[in-house]
Each structure stands twice: as C-alpha cells, then as structure tokens.
Nanobody
C-alpha cells in the first residue's frame, strides 16, 4: 500500500514563504513524474507545478518565478518552495506522484495541506 504524506502548510503573511513536502511510503519500484496541485473553495483542482524524472519542470503562469518544485526520487519526495506569497495563493495544496508500486503504475495523491496567506 502506497501512501503520500504532505507537510508544511499553515498560515503566512503576504510576501512570506512556505515550503511544502510530500513523501511517499510503501513498496515503490519507480517514480516517473511528480506534481503539486491546488484547489480553491468551490473550484476544480488546478495544476501548480510538475517535475519529471529527468528533472524537467513546468509551472502555472500564476506561480512562475515565485514557486520552485524539486524532487528526490531516491527519497520518494517532492517539495514545493513558495515565495512571495499572495492572498490569492490561499488554497488546499495536493501532491501527486506517478509511480510504479507492487500493483502497477498509477497516480497517487496526498491528503492535501491548507496554505492560508493573510493580507
């Protein structure tokens, strides 16, 4: 059984920084891609940033230049460094790891962590 555990959310003032981490546990054979999503109240989950197994990254236009995604496949970890935070970044953040475990390859999701940015 693979599980993803997120940490690092909380309350921060506008202009501040937060670092989110997501660690996958269980019998994992390979990790292909990792990503962070966020969800605003009443809205669909949206993509924030992705990182491939080769280290290639991609960002949503709204966070480019402020957020940095990093991954460590050996440690089954993906991080999101969030700088220059704005109140409109307030959301629940979810990590996703595309990985191969005992029962095959699929996407696994974290439980979500709340980030609240006060003005």
């Amino acid at each position: 059984q693979v599980q993803l555990a997120e940490s690092g959310g909380g309350l921060v003032q506008a202009g501040g920084s937060v670092r989110l981490s997501c660690i996958a546990s269980g019998t994992i054979y390979s990790i292909y891609n990792m990503a962070w999503y966020r969800q605003f109240p009443g809205k669909e989950r949206e993509l924030v940033a992705t990182i491939t197994g080769d280290g290639d990254t991609n960002y949503a236009a709204s966070v480019k230049g402020r957020f940095t995604i990093s991954g460590d496949n050996a440690k089954n970890t993906v991080n999101l460094q969030m700088n220059s935070l704005k109140p409109e970044d307030t959301a629940v953040y979810y990590c996703k790891q595309d990985l191969r475990a005992r029962w095959g390859r699929r996407n696994y999701w974290g439980q979500g962590t709340q980030v609240t940015v006060s003005s």
